[in-house]
């Protein structure tokens, strides 16, 4: 086994030394040959080294190569690039680069306090040097089969995540935790280890009483916030007559409760969100969570008609994580999503979402700081 993860380790370095040298000669062009050098190492503790050849200029990037990149793997990194540099014989200028899967921002913004440079396997790279600056930025994806660390945004894993953000600066045991996100405990476990591998818990005791607090809920949310841009789901348009919009919710949760509906659904969306966090002085449409499989349910339930234009309200089917923490409205029986995910689906940019999302932002902000 021991052979094998090696073997494994040794060809994503290769990978990633490849992908670098491609990376920088398309940055360079014909102003300068950049090749792998990684053989001219002689043992020391850097994975590979890479010369640019310029016109009256060489420089020589060491390079430290990891899968993934937690906070205590980034300063290893680092100690370990200056240690391999100031051991490597070189008679030119050098520099370090930490080459990995992906890169958060607050970890690129520390390599490049450090004056070291970074690639990401998706493209991204940053080289700054003496009067040269490569800076370019790619879309961020994960490259699973090449992380070690687990997807912490899968369906069971989501409702976790939710639970620890309802619950930020809180004290939660594993059991607790596993009944706020109404999922087991080995999936609990699994996105507790992640997070505390990137810094972001806090722990005391041990055992069954073992408690964790999530102490960096915006790094969590932010992390969220880019997969849920990429998520997948299924969305339908609708329409149904109002004789005064401004009253759609409430009309629509009242068609909802006299059915008797025995499944929970909530709002979301611009309409949801300029309830909880007024701003908008009139908002467009309803957007409905519904669990997987139950739109045609909603939809005879409302007397909704299928449209391809003029649609003004919008059923999304979704994982249980997406329907906790609903919010029940004080004086009607109007369900709301949670404020983290009203503030997560106003990410999508239409019309005023953005400056309504970053109004529940600050609530949420204001939040942890009372917590």
Not at 219 to 224: E, N, Y
């Amino acid at each position: 086994m021991g052979h094998y993860s090696r073997s494994i380790g040794l060809e994503f370095e290769k990978q990633m030394l490849d992908a670098l040298v491609e990376a920088l000669a398309e940055a360079f062009g014909s102003e300068a040959s950049v090749f792998n050098a990684s053989h001219e190492l002689r043992g020391g503790n850097l994975d590979g080294m890479i010369v640019i050849k310029a016109q009256g200029k060489t420089l020589q990037v060491f390079v430290e190569v990891k899968r993934d990149v937690y906070p205590r793997d980034l300063r290893n990194a680092v100690f370990q690039l200056r240690r391999g540099m100031d051991e490597a014989r070189h008679g030119h200028d050098a520099i370090g680069l930490l080459a990995t899967s992906l890169l958060s921002p607050g970890a690129k913004q520390e390599l490049r306090e450090q004056n070291i440079a970074s690639f990401e396997l998706g493209g991204s790279l940053f080289l700054k040097h003496n009067g040269w600056l490569i800076n370019i930025e790619k879309p961020s994806h994960r490259i699973k089969k090449h992380t070690q660390g687990i997807d912490l945004f899968t369906e069971a894993r989501e409702s976790v995540i939710h639970a620890l953000l309802i619950n930020s600066h809180k004290w939660l045991t594993g059991t607790e935790l596993a009944e706020q996100a109404e999922t087991s405990p080995y999936t609990c476990s699994l996105v507790l280890q992640e997070l505390t591998l990137r810094e972001w818990m806090e722990s005391t005791g041990g055992g069954p009483s073992k408690r964790r607090m999530l102490t960096h809920p915006g790094k969590l949310l932010d992390d969220w916030s880019e997969h849920w841009r990429e998520r997948k789901e299924k969305k339908t348009k609708w329409y149904t007559f109002f004789e005064n919009p401004n009253h759609m919710l409430a009309h629509l949760a009242e068609q909802i409760d006299r059915q008797k509906v025995d499944y929970p659904w909530a709002f979301t969306g611009a309409a949801a969100a300029n309830v909880y966090s007024p701003l908008l002085t009139s908002t467009e449409g309803a957007e409905i969570i519904v669990p997987k499989g139950y739109t045609d349910s909603m939809a005879d339930v409302l007397g909704l008609k299928p449209v391809s234009k003029g649609a003004n309200v919008t059923l999304i089917e979704r994982e249980p994580a997406s329907l906790l923490y609903r919010n029940m409205h004080q004086d009607h029986t109007i369900f709301f999503a949670s404020p983290y995910i009203l503030y997560l689906d106003l990410l999508d940019g239409r019309g005023r979402n953005k400056e309504l999302a970053e109004q529940v932002r600050e609530r949420l902000e204001s939040l942890w700081q009372r917590n």
